[in-house]
């Protein structure tokens, strides 16, 4: 599995991003890893636009409550198990099940809950965003890591990298 580093540069404008958008076309970064995020509507509709996942918590949502919907969902099946209703034998495979349907219920309602909270690893970002400023997100293979920074440093001055994220899984 190739891993990934999320790389975020912030730019002066749309006119910077579709310059940018070009250049990482050239270094051969597909436009399915290329992301951008700005005010709404001010994004022109030939820039990959960020979607749900990158611009919400729903990823994060739907970890957290499949760990939490799993943990309640154990719990509940030991309870039934140990406790069983009266006429009812109960098998230590209810707890599994309990389980695994609690995780799917925590993940579900979890993420939907998530996808209108806006995406926390973007909220240093906002005050540029708010500006008329854009957001670009790459998702460059680790091995190319330093090279397209550095690319970036000498052709787009006007660029100001924001940092990365760990790494990314992939196959978003």
Same mark, same amino acid.
């Given at each position: 599995?190739?891993?990934?580093?999320?790389?975020?540069?912030?730019?002066? @404008?749309?006119?910077?991003?579709?310059?940018?958008?070009?250049?990482?076309?050239?270094?051969? =970064?597909?436009?399915? #890893?290329?992301?951008?995020?700005?005010?709404?509507?001010?994004?022109?509709?030939?820039?990959?636009?960020?979607?749900?996942?990158?611009?919400?918590? =729903?990823?994060?949502?739907?970890?957290?409550?499949?760990?939490?919907?799993?943990?309640?969902?154990?719990?509940?099946?030991?309870?039934?198990?140990?406790?069983?209703?009266?006429?009812? !034998?109960?098998?230590?495979?209810?707890?599994? =099940?309990?389980?695994?349907?609690?995780?799917?219920?925590?993940?579900?309602?979890? !993420?939907?809950?998530? !996808?209108?909270?806006?995406?926390?690893?973007?909220?240093?970002? #906002?005050?540029?965003?708010?500006?008329?400023?854009?957001?670009?997100?790459? @998702?460059?293979?680790?091995?190319?890591?330093?090279?397209? !920074? @550095?690319?970036?440093?000498?052709? #787009?001055?006007?660029?100001?990298?924001?940092?990365?994220?760990?790494?990314?899984?992939?196959?978003?």
């Amino acid at each position: 599995m190739l891993m990934r580093r999320r790389l975020y540069f912030v730019l002066p @404008d749309s006119e910077s991003a579709r310059g940018m958008l070009d250049e990482m076309l050239l270094t051969r =970064i597909e436009v399915k #890893h290329i992301h951008f995020l700005a005010k709404r509507g001010a994004l022109p509709p030939d820039l990959p636009e960020a979607n749900v996942l990158q611009k919400t918590d =729903i990823v994060h949502g739907a970890q957290l409550g499949m760990v939490i919907g799993g943990i309640a969902g154990t719990i509940g099946g030991v309870l039934v198990v140990l406790f069983p209703p009266e006429g009812v !034998s109960l098998q230590l495979v209810a707890v599994l =099940i309990a389980a695994l349907l609690g995780a799917l219920f925590g993940t579900w309602a979890s !993420s939907m809950a998530a !996808s209108a909270v806006p995406n926390s690893k973007l909220k240093a970002f #906002h005050p540029f965003i708010e500006q008329g400023k854009v957001l670009m997100m790459v @998702d460059v293979p680790m091995r190319r890591v330093q090279e397209i !920074s @550095d690319l970036v440093a000498r052709r #787009h001055p006007e660029a100001v990298a924001g940092g990365f994220e760990p790494t990314i899984p992939a196959f978003p």
